[in-house]
């Protein structure tokens, strides 16, 4: 799992790709605006979350496991949801 925090990039730029990347989906996490870049079935995913006007952080998660129980996205998804959750309990 690697985690990347992005500043002076807003969430717009990871939205331009919609249409060129494959498995491309928006949606809502802890009240946030994420992407996921990668199927849920696939080796490699990405969730980016957009966390301030230009700030995104990004955890990517692949696989070489040919177990079907490891899915990339749904561990990705946790990863994200736990630096959203350190945040908060700075905050």
């Known amino acids: 799992m690697t985690l990347v925090i992005n500043v002076d990039q807003?969430?717009?730029?990871?939205l331009a790709a919609r249409g060129v990347?494959?498995?491309f989906e928006e949606f809502e996490l802890r009240g946030y605006r994420a992407v996921r870049e990668g199927g849920r079935?696939?080796?490699?995913?990405?969730?980016?979350v957009g966390i301030?006007?230009?700030q995104v952080f990004v955890v990517e998660m692949g696989t070489r496991s040919t177990d079907v129980t490891v899915r990339p996205c749904d561990v990705a998804q946790m990863?994200?949801?736990a630096v959203l959750d350190s945040l908060s309990s700075r905050s």
């Open 10 to 14: 807003p969430l717009e730029l990871i």
């Open 52 to 54: 301030a006007e230009s």
């Open 79 to 81: 990863g994200a949801e």
């Open 21 to 23: 990347v494959n498995q």
């Open 41 to 48: 079935d696939q080796s490699l995913c990405s969730v980016y």
